[in-house]
């Protein structure tokens, strides 16, 4: 593994659409770029009002590589409706697989009752968290539609979530968290792949799935990476952020352990996702943790750092550190990475919650953020 000291990178970042209205605000952007100029950029609206209420999907376009953005429109064919007196709320991430020269999306339709909380009710066999395909029109700068995605295990809820890997042959080896039936708030973790079909996405081998049911709500929100022709997957729980390597290309996984620097000594995630990046021969770590300097943001969820990923030695390391995405306040946890052209992008949005993070001085910004060898 290749250990060159983080001043071979170059890092560059922007703050996309500012703006806070006190009511609502930008959460959870995700960004893909097909390496030929087209770069798409999506995020949802959220009702300030209630915990996780998300309002609308929305999506920005670039035509010159993220150099100039279109103005978010809101998404109006993957738009929710009602369901049985419920309202729906549908949200996708924005992806690029380069094999097949395919832009799609994946996410979630949600139910939401009284707009306070989501939904979390298994009901008549209903679930209240269904995994959705999305189709998107890159030209346009749009998503065009939704169809339910596959799961093969049966479930109340169930996330495709994170970074995702395209095999050889252009399958899509997919992460998904999903809480099984009677589960209660215990998530599990696992991957399918896919193929592509003529009508969207159809299984082609599930994975097993992770359970750690001695913790307080399972484990959650993973991503996957490769390194050297090894599997790696990265996972939130609410004790700690978690990681573990498969030995059969990613079905499979090790019994995930805490993130720690090398020297054993745990880094201070907790309760908060982690995303990979990918840069020359190297493999990153990007999280937020607790730090002396950041008690007054939630969940200690800025900056957003990046470090080294020594899986030899079986942890980060402590002397690459470098904070990306700085702190004003607002939460930074929800983001997303993508590759693009041997560089990596990272996007994420200043989470306007709780009350009064705006006099720091984040103002709901979108930051994006590239990293590429010097």
């Known amino acids: 593994m290749s250990k060159q000291p983080f001043t071979q990178y170059h890092v560059s970042r922007r703050r996309l659409f500012p703006g806070f209205d006190g009511k609502t605000c930008k959460v959870q952007p995700s960004v893909a770029f097909d390496g030929k100029g087209n770069a798409l950029l999506a995020f949802q609206r959220l009702l300030l009002s209630g915990s996780d209420v998300f309002v609308g999907q929305f999506l920005s376009k670039s035509a010159d590589g993220g150099r100039t953005w279109s103005e978010p429109a809101e998404q109006t064919d993957i738009a929710g409706g009602w369901i049985d007196g419920l309202r729906s709320a549908r949200y996708a991430t924005v992806r690029y697989a380069p094999k097949t020269d395919r832009w799609f999306a994946l996410g979630m339709e949600q139910l939401y009752q009284d707009d306070m909380v989501p939904f979390q009710r298994y009901v008549g066999g209903r679930r209240y968290g269904m995994p959705i ?150 493999l990153f770590l990007a999280y937020t943790r607790e730090t002396a300097a950041n008690g007054h943001v939630f969940r200690n969820r800025a900056p957003v750092f990046m470090s080294l990923f020594d899986p030899e030695r079986g942890g980060l390391v402590r002397e690459t550190e470098f904070p990306l995405v700085p702190e004003l306040g607002a939460r930074l946890g929800n983001f997303c990475v993508a590759e693009d052209a041997g560089a990596s992008w990272l996007v994420t949005a200043e989470w306007m919650q709780p009350q009064g993070c705006e006099r720091y001085g984040s103002d709901n910004s979108i930051w994006l953020v590239n990293i590429r060898p010097a």
């Open 133 to 282: 395909q999305v189709s998107v029109d890159v030209a346009q700068g749009r998503f065009t539609g939704f169809r339910e995605l596959p799961f093969p295990f049966e479930c109340e809820m169930a996330m495709p979530f994170g970074q995702a890997l395209e095999c050889e042959n252009g399958d899509i080896l997919t992460p998904f968290y999903f809480r099984p039936v009677g589960a209660g708030s215990k998530s599990r973790c696992v991957t399918v792949r896919y193929g592509w079909q003529d009508d969207g996405f159809g299984v082609v081998r599930a994975g097993v799935p992770l359970c750690m049911d001695d913790l307080a709500r399972g484990i959650c929100e993973p991503s996957l990476a490769r390194l050297g022709g090894r599997t790696f997957l990265t996972l939130r729980s609410d004790e700690a952020g978690m990681w573990c390597e498969s030995a059969d290309g990613g079905l499979s996984f090790s019994q995930p352990r805490i993130w720690t620097w090398t020297d054993g000594t745990p880094i201070g995630n907790r309760n908060t996702q982690q995303h990979w990046i990918v840069c020359g021969e190297s």
